[in-house]
């Protein structure tokens, strides 16, 4: 089946520093990525969706300035945490889909530590 | 009201027992409807998706659609400790766009 690995899978940085997540699809070419923030015990939110050599679409309420994203090729995708804060802590976990339809595919999740 | 609604939970079930777990949604233009097991400080892992209305099973997983009540659910026969974990919902209009999720369900199963 589809896999999609994310790396690294747990990060602790200093507060003012950029922390850098990568996401790559293994056996499939991922037109589209996904990337969410997940609190304890909540479900997953949303903060942008990128498409292969486009700029990602950022949902309402995240600062694309600070959660940079790069979806360079058709397998991998980079979210950058600029400047990163305590209150940045949280999961962070990518999605990908490819060509047809087959369900959404998952990378393990990074847990961002900032102190 | 929310797009997709489905109880936290927790559940929790003897081993053996039938896992029986549900959402409901608002948006009739959902056509994709997938499950999702998540465990603790894990990225979720697709269990089964289902498109537009109809059952599917696989092993001791079964889901169910009905887009006439906007309402799915997930069957686990003869649940294991291993089952143990978060169970979300999530559904799409047409397989390409965001996902909407529920908020999960925790199930614990009891050796």
């Known amino acids: 089946g589809a896999v999609v690995s994310q790396h690294p899978s747990r990060v602790i940085c200093k507060s003012g520093t950029s922390v850098k997540i990568e996401c790559r699809s293994l056996d499939f070419q991922a037109t589209t990525m996904f990337w969410y923030r997940q609190f304890p015990k909540q479900s997953l939110m949303l903060m942008a969706t990128?498409?292969?050599?486009?700029?990602?679409?950022?949902e309402q309420g995240v600062e694309k300035d600070k959660f940079l994203i790069n979806h360079a090729s058709l397998t991998l995708s980079t979210l950058t945490v600029t400047s990163a804060h305590p209150e940045d802590s949280s999961f962070y976990i990518c999605?990908?889909?490819?060509?047809?339809?087959?369900?959404?595919?998952f990378g393990s999740g990074t847990r961002l530590t900032v102190v | 009201q929310k797009e997709v609604e489905q109880d936290p939970g927790p559940l929790s079930v003897p081993e053996g027992a039938i896992v029986s777990l549900n959402c409901t949604y608002s948006?009739?233009?959902?056509?994709?409807f997938m499950w999702y097991r998540q465990y603790s400080r894990k990225g979720p892992e697709l269990l089964m998706y289902?498109?537009?209305?109809g059952n599917k099973e696989d092993g001791r997983f079964t889901a169910q659609v009905d887009k006439s009540s906007k309402y799915i659910s997930l069957f686990i026969r003869d649940s294991q400790p291993s089952d143990s974990a978060t169970y979300l919902c999530a559904m799409s209009p047409n397989g390409n766009n965001r996902l909407a999720f529920g908020k999960g369900n925790q199930v614990v199963v009891i050796p």
């Open positions: 990128s498409n292969e050599g486009s700029k990602a679409t950022y």
């Open positions: 289902t498109y537009s209305s």
């Open positions: 999605s990908a889909r490819g060509q047809g339809f087959d369900g959404y595919t």
């Open positions: 948006n009739s233009a959902f056509q994709y």
